[in-house]
């Protein structure tokens, strides 16, 4: 079993639907990130938290430390945000999920 | 200014040669890490610097693979014999340490290497 699960793999929608997409862990952390991959491989942090909630944008990402799960949320989807999410955990050395495949659709 | 830089895109080599590939970290970040990514897989955490300390190999895949860091910047992953399942794309990220910076990672482009 991985130690950080992500779910779903892939996620299709259409243009302006709120997007949730989910991380459980399975080891005590310092740390979770969320980053971003675009077609092409580059790849952006979006957010790095130790509790609570952040928002950027239209994205929000909340982590439930007792629970080990972390979700990350997109308001008002674009195609531009069409890309790969990954979910770390960690402060330095990051575990890393397999990431979700998010489409949207125009 | 300048993000993180790897050189080079993309390298073709032959098994049983040997690789390097290098990463130029953002001015003043500390802390340096280089990760693999392999096709249909997820990235996997391979070494990581910090300052003068002794670095963490602990996901170095086989002795065949090794990295430097010199004078606290430029680092070099060398691969040595490389096999096919060394294909693979090579990420690098730099952070600044410190609490004030929440050791956010910041990655490169990466170097896309394949193995024929």
């Known amino acids: 079993k991985n130690e950080v699960e992500q779910s779903p793999q892939n996620l299709t929608a259409q243009e302006g639907e709120f997007i949730t997409i989910n991380c459980s862990y399975s080891v005590g952390i310092s740390a979770l990130h969320w980053l971003q991959q675009h077609p092409g491989g580059g790849i952006v942090s979006l957010f790095m938290l130790s509790s609570g909630k952040k928002k950027h944008g239209r994205l929000i990402a909340t982590i439930n430390i007792q629970e080990k799960h972390s979700s990350l949320h997109i308001t008002a989807s674009h195609p531009r945000d069409s890309a790969v999410y990954i979910c770390?955990?960690?402060?330095?050395?990051?575990?890393f999920g397999t990431g979700t495949r998010l489409t949207i659709i125009p | 200014g300048a993000g993180v830089s790897q050189s080079p895109s993309n390298k073709v080599t032959e098994k049983g040669k040997d690789v390097e590939l290098r990463c130029d970290p953002i001015?003043?970040?500390?802390?340096l890490y280089w990760y693999r990514q392999s096709l249909g897989q997820g990235l996997e955490f391979l070494i990581y610097?910090?300052?003068?300390?002794?670095?963490?190999k602990s996901g170095l895949p086989s002795d065949r693979f090794s990295a430097e860091r010199t004078g606290g910047s430029v680092s070099t992953l060398t691969i040595q014999r490389t096999q096919q399942e060394d294909s693979a794309v090579y990420l690098c990220?730099?952070?600044?340490?410190?609490?004030?910076?929440?050791?956010?990672?910041?990655f490169g482009p990466g170097t896309r290497l394949t193995v024929l």
């Open positions: 770390a955990v960690g402060n330095e050395k990051l575990t």
């Open positions: 610097f910090q300052g003068n300390s002794a670095p963490d």
């Open positions: 990220a730099s952070s600044a340490t410190g609490e004030r910076f929440h050791n956010e990672q910041f």
């Open positions: 001015s003043g970040h500390t802390a």
